[in-house]
């Protein structure tokens, strides 16, 4: 047996970053008022996990009267030929500004290195834009000009086709987005709760306490055998063909080793001995921090619950390179981690 020691994963798409987050500057009454009445503030528009794209994939950025627009418009869109003008429906002059504006749709997600502030507006899930990118041909006329060809799409499908920059700043609105969502009241009373730091935190209305975005950490793993294969499952809830390394949240009390081997035992009936951390990545769909690890099985024998993992199979290099060609294995999507596990595990990346 080889015991080969690879490096830790690293560009991992929803883990690149290249603008500063910035904690220092979200409290104080003015900040989104500030941020918003200056022009150079650019802002991107988040709903339900998706992200407004451009036609090319990159990511819409408005400037505070176009997100302004967006936000007021109830907006502007349909299919090809019957877009709608978001000016008709609310000039940015008319949205209101200052003090009264309300704040609970705005994050402050970090700031460039010109000082300029980045935001997100986060839009509701009715929002009557088009869902996900589908048509691709709408239009959507904000006051900076037309996005031709651009609509939402999910983070979890473009992440990977993000770059750095972007793929940091969408990650963390997608996050907060998600959690905001469904923490609009105080865990402790029960009690209504409102936004507060620029939208990194909320605070009772009734108790004052402070609560702050949930990350459940969940492991990952890449578990491989004396012979080097690689095991990986078919979850019974996945659509056919789609197998992927195992994973699992880590449950109270309990250290990510201990959650990694315990879930692959759960899931497969396959010990694990050696466990070695691989690298992490933010998966706010809707909140999770995946940790991810290689892991040694010391036994092969595999038998699944046949309730939440359907099947379980070693995989040689050969023969998942062959079912990935025939198209018997879906591998997981290029923005995952697991995807990245098993990429690594091979010695390149692999062609669906
Ligand atoms: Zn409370």
Redesign the pocket.
Known sequence: MTHVTRPALTDLPLARASVARAAELRDGPRVLTDALADRRTRVLAVRDGGLLLDGDGAVRWLDPAGARALLAAGAAVGEAGAATDVRSAGAPGDVPTGDAEPHDVWLLLGAEDDGARVLAVRLPDEHPLPVRGEPADVLVHLPDGPVTRGGWHSLRAVGAGLDAHDAGLATAAVALDAWHDRHP???????P?RVAQAGWSRV??????EHYPRTDPAVIMAVVDDDDRLLLGHAAAWPAGRWSTLAGFVEAGESAEQAVRREVAEETGVEVGDVEYAGSQPWPFPGSLMLGFRARATSTRVQVDGVEMAEARWFTREGLVAAVASGEVLLPGGASIARALVEQWFGRPIAD
């Open positions: 009241r105080c865990p402790r009373c029960g009690a709760t009772c209305e009734a108790d004052g306490s």
